[in-house]
């Protein structure tokens, strides 16, 4: 059931009021100079589940809205035009892979304490640098009891926070809860200044705790197009912000956006950005539709909002000139946001080389 | 899908499998947008007059101006299934594409009546007359004249870039019946090109061909009739047929084979069945990702605007497509190599020489219908707000 | 002996005086137009002969100037700012091949008829549309006479007019006289209008046939350069052509050179063209230095050759508009030969991978 | 080469052997261009004392000076040695690179002697007020004031991105003496930053650090001694003292580890030797044949000046250079993949903090000295000729 245009249009406006009521982009300065490993408000994240949306993509069933990540994919937008800091795309994500690959027993167990925000939830897959699922030395092994699993997932998104793990390994996903024994993290300090921490297992898990009908790459293709609609929602409020300081900001006796050379480079950025609302938007319809051409889309989405995000930012600093290198001005926040964004879950060279492969070059 | 619209769809595609000569199927780029068209074959003419005859050149036109009446979703069906069958629509120009929605527009029904059934059968062909020496980017300041005469204008002039002006029958120009008010003195008017006093001069291209002609008015007598809209009112005609013409060119690369495809069978392969040159392969998947973002964006601002959304994207979507068709050419010539770089005569093959030129002219595509520079200077401008100093 | 600046300054001018007398961009269109296989006029080619410029990297002691490549890149450059229709270069990369890889008799058999002009040479090495030397199918055998020879080479610079082919076999490279008995050629009309040939070999060549010292690469380097060279020189004429356009042509009530944003991008060619000028002359002095860089001297020049003659003849195009695109403008004659010579001994592609190559990567 | 460079370069061997200590080979980028450079080591202290005192920081300037004297050729061989020992020179800043040869060129005997030993060997530091929170890059509309007291200047206003201001001894600065002549009203001054009346608030980056400050003149006065050429002569001052730093920064990247090295070091690696990442391979030879082919240029300029040619060519460098140290950052985040996004604690190696704080940094390449757009601005009028409407 997608949402029609009028509905996305309300959702929409529905978090960007939220946003501007409860979570500005001061908000996540605070949080940021707090320096709490956790790495979001946790006020404001029971606020987020409040509205629904940690289940926002949850079937109605297990207490969620049923709504498909195409929905999340607008909250996750909306959220990251402010920055917002919250595990709620870790958290939706992972709730799509247990709606995907769990059996009714998971989804009972997992679910609905998801949708009501108790539960936190993040992927674990990337290991070195880089994304790079197709070799994972994160072990998972038969055992009497059921699997025993081993490995060091170095960045975790929201690692500090989560409660539950969805846990990439050489045969399949497993959903470890943080309590485990055997399981170990440590915060990450990294540059976006979000919840970033090192996952260590050596845990044993009971028989039921694996995925069996996971598909590794839809799972990773949910953080990737939500990864993308986070992306989207940065360059919205950037370029918004540029185009701002265009009009505003005298140089030379006049506005500097009244100069040809910017005025073309604005059209350009305008222009990615909207080809990439496009792509975003289909990658999750796709998903959603669980369509044959979904890895396609992702990819699709995935390499061109990373190039475009990198492209958008680097000219809003340059636009801004001095003042966008200072901490002081949100300019850099994004910047940072950004780069962190763009290699979660590939980076656009990784889905270009995805993209060839699918079509068969 | 209602069950009426899945009855459309076998409905077409049984008129298709009748109607549709298999020979043909593919065709359509080698004779809708090549440099070098093939002769029209029987089965060509035959075509073209049964699908004239059910009005599916311009599905969408209403029954009594030629078209077929159908609604976007119909159509939509209707192309799908063409796509399908390898079938393509032998009706196109500037009459199809640019100037028949804009007589819909802004026609009065006797004009309409009397034009559109000519365009919709692909019986008359339609020239643009826009562009003067001194007028290209800077259109309004066009210098062409047409005084009122009482019950006709008399036009005096010349335009440049009319395309195909040598085998059209009419002309849709733009004529300044104001010399004191730049963009308020522009009128719009259709000219028949069988008049006494109109001259034609075809240009060559450096792709060798001569797709566009000078045109000279000398004292053309053109009947009131024929203006379309008001006087004066031609600037504001004539920009919303330029955002047909850019739609157009958006959606341009659309029915072409992909370039991997050529890839594969004329490049080397590694052991792990991707193209060996990493450089091209990369170029290859962004030029066919770029296609694909265009498509989809396409389909987004078109199913906005039925919603009530913006409808003015026509700028970027323009940039897009003519950046695809240069980028496309260029690597059509990457694979190719030497090969698609042959003129004419022996030692190479028909597509390897259609390659060569299609580069060539692709280098227009970022000219014509306004410049990349144009559409960037109404983007950063109408749409984006920013203003001149 | 490297020339030093001021007697570099000198040839390029006497090159240019006799460009304006001789044959300028006029001259250019009368060959085309009359479209003889040959691609050049034959007193032009004897006038360039007479300057000593055939002679010019052949050395004294065979009659030639002894000057190298470094000198003959001038030249090379100076013609291709008119499109001199000539086999100038052909002759001097093959004179250059012969000087590097031949014994003192084949040198002394050739050169000096070469440095008089009454021998035309050409480079005949690439086999598909593809320069790719590594994969070479035209054989070479030994027989009891000598040498046989069989391949073909589909798209021969001044293939029509060579007296003389310097061929790359599997085994080797041998000078074959165009008069041999088994070498057939039947003229190529390409994009360029130059005197392009198929050659056809089914020969017997005599055991001296074979340039013993000649190592394929090096002699492929001296094609590579003088290439990089024309395309300095297409270079410099199109972007002055542009300049002056942009200077005069008025749109708006004023000229097109006032808006910045053609401001901005004409300065970006301007950086694009000198940054080549310096890896032309760089390349070709270690060229005749023999020095240990060369290869990836010669890479890089070809690499930055193709990538900025790209821009600067699209971009000529484009600011030039409708105009551009006629056959009546000179700009449309640029563009041509600019894409033939971006391929010749290789794109830009393929020399940025040959560059990572010898580099280690 | 002349027997007796080889003497010189064989001395210059000798001396390096000496007196260069062997643990900081190679770390010249670590302590000169690092966001976080490391304390000073007693070695890092005597290898500075040690060249200072043979002049070879600044190895062209006179003797008289605290230079070396050399020759071009000489210090191109002291260069070479040094590099082939891993050897670099702990003197630089804004002194050495920008203020230095402008004092050369412009300043008295007295002005020289007093100013210049003291960057010669690194004791004391200059920073650069040229911007304001206003003037950024439409410099010449500057508004901090210079009032003539009769011996001395009465300086009153803001500059920003004063570099270093917080640890620096003096300062360049470009103030107005006459308000109502935009470029002949500026003169250039060198100010004690021990003056009463000087106020300094560094700047957070986005990097963290705060390498630019706030600098605030309140009724601070300058004795007539400190300026620089003549009243009204700071503009021309100011713009060629901006061509040293263009220069510098269009050679910024030339003492650092090629990237392909560390991308071997980092990444999967195929069958055939290659770098498995074709994309990351064509943008890493980008990148290092775009480092060439400038270095190539640079070389070719400064020969060709010497000989008489065209000098002015600094603004086409800098903004190569300013797109090379942000390619190459951002190729350093590419190759690190996510290790390179680390900002301080435990779990990344100091190389890895290190590539995440330069490429923040390296985002104001294009802006400092004059940005990109400015350069772009120069080259279109200046050297091409191109005017404004």
């Known amino acids: ?361 | 899908m209602a069950s009426g619209s899945e009855g459309f769809r076998r409905a077409s595609r049984d008129w298709l499998g009748t109607h549709f000569p298999r020979a043909l199927a593919g065709l359509g780029p080698r004779y809708m947008s090549s440099e070098t068209p093939p002769e029209p074959t029987p089965a060509f003419l035959a075509w073209k007059r049964a699908i004239a005859e059910k009005g599916w050149g311009v599905p969408t036109w209403p029954c009594q101006y030629g078209g077929a009446g159908l609604s976007e979703e119909e159509a939509a069906i209707l192309a799908e299934e063409m796509a399908a069958a390898g079938a393509w629509t032998p009706i196109g120009g500037m009459g199809v594409m640019m100037f028949g929605p804009t007589l819909l527009e802004y026609g009065t029904e006797q004009q309409k009546l009397r034009h559109l059934p000519g365009i919709a059968d692909g019986s008359i062909r339609w020239c643009q007359g826009y562009s003067e020496p001194g007028a290209g980017s800077d259109l309004a300041s066009l210098q062409c004249r047409a005084e009122d005469k009482g019950d006709h204008f008399l036009v005096n002039g010349q335009k440049v870039w009319t395309s195909g002006a040598q085998w059209s029958d009419w002309c849709f120009a733009l004529v300044r019946t104001d010399p004191s008010d730049k963009r308020g003195g522009i009128s719009f008017l259709m000219i028949d090109m069988r008049s006494p006093g109109v001259t034609v001069k075809p240009i060559r291209m450096i792709s060798g061909s001569s797709p566009f002609c000078e045109t000279f008015f000398d004292n053309v007598e053109v009947p009131k009739d024929n203006l379309l809209g008001a006087t004066g009112q031609g600037w504001t005609i004539g920009k919303r047929l330029l955002q047909h013409e850019r739609g157009g060119i958006s959606q341009m690369s659309s029915d072409v084979p992909p370039l991997h495809a050529l890839a594969l069978t004329h490049l080397a392969i590694s052991d792990d069945g991707r193209l060996a040159d990493g450089e091209l392969r990369v170029r290859i998947a962004r030029c066919e990702m770029e296609a694909l973002a265009l498509a989809l964006t396409v389909a987004r601002i078109q199913s906005e605007s039925e919603e009530g959304g913006p409808p003015q994207a026509t700028s970027i979507l323009k940039n897009v497509g003519a950046w695809l068709a240069q980028e496309r050419a260029e690597l059509m010539l990457e694979i190719l190599g030497t090969r698609g770089l042959g003129w004419e005569g022996a030692g190479f093959a028909a597509p390897e020489l259609e390659a060569c030129r299609q580069w060539l002219f692709s280098k227009a595509v970022s000219i014509y219908g306004g410049t990349t520079e144009i559409q960037n200077d109404i983007v950063a401008k109408r749409m984006l707000g920013l203003k001149d100093a």
Chains 1, 3 share one sequence.
């Open chain 1, 1 to 361: 059931m997608p949402l029609s245009i009028q509905e996305q249009t309300m959702l929409a406006d529905s978090v960007g009021a939220w946003v501007a009521r409860e979570s500005p982009v001061t908000a996540f300065r605070r949080v940021r100079d707090a320096a709490d490993p956790l790495g979001f408000d946790p006020a404001a994240w029971r606020s987020i589940a409040a509205m629904g949306w940690a289940g926002i993509a949850i079937s109605e069933d297990q207490g969620g809205a049923g709504l498909g990540l195409a929905a999340a994919g607008l909250i996750v937008a909306g959220l990251g035009r402010a920055l917002v800091a919250s595990p709620l795309a870790a958290t939706i994500a992972a709730s799509a892979a247990i709606l995907h690959g769990g059996d009714e027993a998971q989804r009972r167990l997992w679910l609905p304490s998801i949708a009501e925000g108790t539960a936190i939830a993040s992927i674990a897959c990337d290991e070195g640098g880089h994304h790079d699922p197709a070799r994972l030395r994160t072990k998972a092994e038969r055992v009497a009891s059921g699997w025993r699993l081993s490995g060091v997932k170095p960045f975790v998104a929201e690692g500090s926070a989560a409660t539950l793990f969805v846990v990439a390994a050489d045969t399949g996903l497993f959903l470890v809860p943080a309590d485990t024994q055997g399981l170990a993290r440590e915060p990450r300090s990294m540059m976006d200044s979000r919840g970033h921490a090192s996952v260590s297992l050596d845990v044993t898990l009971p028989a039921d705790a694996r995925l069996s009908d996971a598909d590794l790459d839809t799972v990773l293709d949910g953080v990737r197009a939500l990864a993308a609609a986070e992306m989207l929602g940065l360059a919205d409020a950037v370029f918004a912000m540029t185009l701002d300081y265009l009009r505003v900001r005298v140089q030379f006796g006049r506005t500097i956006g009244s100069f040809q050379a910017l005025q073309h480079r604005a059209a350009t950025l305008f222009t990615r950005i909207e080809l990439v609302r496009s792509c975003v938007a289909a990658a999750l319809a796709a998903l959603d539709a669980r369509a044959d051409d979904s890895r396609s889309l992702v990819s699709l989405a995935k390499a061109q909002a990373g190039d475009m995000l990198n492209l958008v930012t680097r000219e809003a600093v340059q636009m801004h000139g001095g003042i966008g290198m200072t901490d002081e001005h949100d300019v850099g926040l994004y910047l940072k946001r950004a780069k962190m964004l763009e290699g979660a879950g590939g980076t656009s060279a990784f889905h270009r080389d995805r993209y060839a492969r699918l079509n068969g070059y």
